[in-house]
């Protein structure tokens, strides 16, 4: 894929982000382009720069290929990507489950490409078990497990609400008071946490870079002050000049909780949802675990406030390219349990061989002489759907097929399907990426796609038996 290609000073490091157009990655830029040669990550191609300093480069992070040349000659790779929205018309997966392929793929790519130093910037964790954990913090753990298992170093920071202009979870709650004359205030905000200053959160982010004495370590940062979410609906309050009237019912109502902070917040469903499911947890820098590198003169919450509210300008990106392209494309990532602590490559295998054998009253599996493998109905001579393995990027731990053939197909020159072991070999992910079906769209959706998802769920429970009895 094509970059804009600087000159860069070899004295600088260079720092790729993935995630710069967003909150955190655009405000770093804005800061820091002068002190590093500086990467921006982007899925769409761009147009303009408004900083020719600053190297922007095409990636689709859910292509190893792709990631591995966006990452070369790269020191430091900043990882901000969180799979809120989808990238394809259908997306049929869990954010958890895409969050924790992309975070392998990046981690694969960073190994191959010889980067240093991966910089996580996650959230905080409770002090509880992990299967106690909801969703989206499980999750955020799961993708810093997986940039840490390979070669590249990893610095996780773990950061409470970031309170500056343009924060999502800011946004949210500056929202509700400027809405709301009464505020009340369901059990979970009463919860503790440690919001922290955009300001501060990007000091300490510069300060991590390339500094040995960080590397392979979990960092945990919030402002030294530790207060409830009631507390910062408060105080944003008497910061903003509104009086409001704030109160606490004894009730914990997630689906009331969503409803009402997506209505009066002002957020997507996507962001709503997770971050309210863990606002549950009381979310505390550990003493073992806080930031210590270098002094901070913190922020207080209304200085930081007062900093957002304020401030009027937001980081300058570049203008990007939009493309049409095609339009009913499909993504579908399944989780299964790897119990037996089986290979890609046995997974892919059985799944070979699965298919026809259970549905043996419909379908035939055909490998022809190239070792195509090709899915035909009883009475067929086209397959339905041709598979093509492609080894040169596949290993035991990774098998990946192009999607080369099927009346079932429109497009043969991009969809591809995977199997990889992810997690220690705890689970294995199958996922189909950029599948372009022939049918209708109505009509896909409400056949094939469910069909699809069926089959994914039987196979899962295939292995499941298959590994108890051996």
């Given at each position: 894929?094509p970059?804009s290609?600087?000159?860069?000073?070899?004295?600088k490091l260079t720092?790729?982000i993935?995630?710069?157009?967003?909150?955190?990655g655009?405000?770093?830029?804005?800061?820091f382009?002068?002190?590093?040669?500086?990467?921006g990550?982007s899925?769409r191609?761009?147009?303009s720069?408004?900083?020719?300093?600053?190297?922007?480069?095409?990636?689709e992070?859910?292509?190893?290929?792709?990631?591995?040349?966006?990452l070369?000659?790269?020191?430091?790779?900043?990882?901000?990507?969180?799979?809120?929205?989808?990238?394809?018309?259908?997306?049929?997966?869990s954010?958890e489950?895409?969050?924790?392929?992309?975070?392998?793929?990046?981690?694969?790519?960073?190994e191959i490409?010889?980067v240093?130093?991966i910089?996580?910037?996650?959230?905080l964790?409770?002090?509880?078990?992990?299967?106690?954990?909801?969703?989206?913090?499980?999750?955020?753990?799961?993708?810093?497990?997986?940039?840490?298992?390979?070669?590249?170093?990893?610095?996780?920071?773990?950061?409470s609400?970031?309170v500056g202009?343009?924060?999502?979870?800011?946004?949210?709650i500056?929202n509700?008071?400027?809405?709301l004359?009464?505020?009340?205030?369901p059990?979970?905000?009463?919860s503790?946490?440690?919001?922290i200053?955009?300001?501060?959160?990007?000091?300490?982010?510069?300060s991590?870079?390339g500094?040995?004495?960080?590397?392979?370590?979990?960092?945990?940062?919030g402002?030294?002050?530790?207060?409830?979410y009631?507390?910062?609906?408060?105080?944003?309050a008497?910061?903003?000049?509104?009086k409001?009237?704030?109160?606490?019912?004894?009730?914990?109502?997630?689906?009331?909780?969503?409803?009402w902070?997506?209505?009066?917040?002002?957020s997507?469903?996507?962001?709503v949802?997770p971050?309210?499911?863990s606002?549950?947890h009381?979310?505390?820098?550990?003493?073992?675990?806080?930031?210590?590198?270098?002094?901070?003169?913190?922020?207080?919450?209304?200085?930081?406030?007062?900093?957002?509210l304020?401030?009027?300008?937001?980081?300058k990106?570049?203008?990007?390219?939009?493309?049409?392209?095609?339009?009913n494309?499909?993504?579908?990532i399944?989780?299964?349990e790897?119990?037996?602590?089986?290979s890609?490559?046995?997974v892919?295998?059985?799944?070979?061989?699965?298919?026809?054998s259970y549905?043996?009253?419909?379908i035939?599996?055909?490998?022809?002489?190239k070792?195509?493998?090709g899915?035909?109905?009883?009475?067929?001579?086209k397959?339905?759907?041709?598979?093509?393995?492609?080894?040169?990027?596949?290993?035991?731990?990774?098998?990946?097929?192009?999607?080369?053939?099927?009346?079932?197909?429109?497009?043969f020159?991009?969809?591809w399907l995977?199997?990889?072991?992810?997690?220690?070999?705890?689970?294995?992910?199958?996922a189909i990426?950029?599948?372009?079906?022939?049918?209708?769209?109505f009509?896909?959706?409400?056949?094939?796609?469910?069909?699809?998802?069926?089959?994914?769920n039987?196979?899962?429970?295939?292995?499941?038996?298959?590994?108890?009895?051996?």
């Open positions: 894929m970059h290609k600087i000159i860069s000073d070899p004295q720092v790729a993935a995630g710069a157009g967003g909150y955190i655009s405000w770093f830029i804005e800061l382009k002068d002190r590093y040669h500086l990467v990550l899925r191609q761009i147009q720069n408004p900083y020719p300093e600053v190297e922007w480069r095409q990636v992070l859910y292509s190893i290929t792709s990631t591995v040349d966006a070369k000659g790269v020191d430091v790779a900043i990882y901000l990507v969180h799979s809120m929205n989808a990238s394809t018309r259908l997306n049929q997966g954010f489950d895409t969050d924790l392929l992309l975070a392998d793929n990046f981690s694969r790519a960073a490409s010889d240093k130093q910089i996580y910037l996650g959230g964790l409770p002090d509880e078990p992990e299967e106690k954990l909801s969703r989206h913090l499980k999750s955020r753990l799961e993708v810093e497990q997986t940039l840490g298992s390979r070669k590249s170093k990893l610095t996780a920071i773990r950061a609400i970031i202009p343009g924060g999502s979870s800011f946004d949210m500056q509700l008071v400027r809405k004359p009464v505020l009340m205030c059990k979970w905000t009463e503790l946490t440690q919001p200053s955009l300001r501060d959160t990007l000091d300490i982010l510069d991590c870079i500094n040995p004495n960080v590397y392979g370590k979990v960092i945990e940062i402002s030294p002050e530790v207060m409830s009631r507390s910062m609906l408060e105080r944003t008497k910061v903003m000049g509104k409001r009237l704030v109160f606490s019912v004894p009730v914990f109502s997630l689906g009331l909780s969503k409803f902070v997506g209505l009066f917040g002002d997507p469903p996507q962001l949802s971050l309210v499911e606002l549950r009381t979310l505390l820098v550990s003493p073992e675990l806080a930031f210590k590198e270098k002094h901070i003169d913190y922020q207080s919450l209304e200085e930081s406030i007062e900093t957002a304020k401030s009027n300008e937001r980081p990106l570049p203008v990007f390219i939009t493309k049409g392209g095609v339009k494309t499909v993504r579908s399944q989780r299964m790897n119990h037996g602590k089986n890609a490559l046995w892919a295998k059985r799944y070979n061989l699965w298919l026809p549905f043996r009253f419909l035939n599996g055909k490998v022809s002489e070792g195509e493998i899915f035909h109905l009883l009475w067929g001579k397959p339905m759907l041709q598979l093509t393995l492609i080894p040169d990027r596949s290993d035991v731990g990774r098998q990946l097929f192009y999607i080369t053939g099927g009346w079932l197909v429109k497009r020159d991009y969809g995977e199997f990889r072991e992810v997690l220690g070999s705890r689970y294995i992910l199958s990426h950029e599948f372009v079906p022939r049918l209708p769209w009509i896909y959706v409400n056949t094939q796609a469910k069909l699809h998802l069926w089959v994914m039987r196979f899962k429970k295939y292995l499941s038996k298959k590994q108890v009895n051996g």
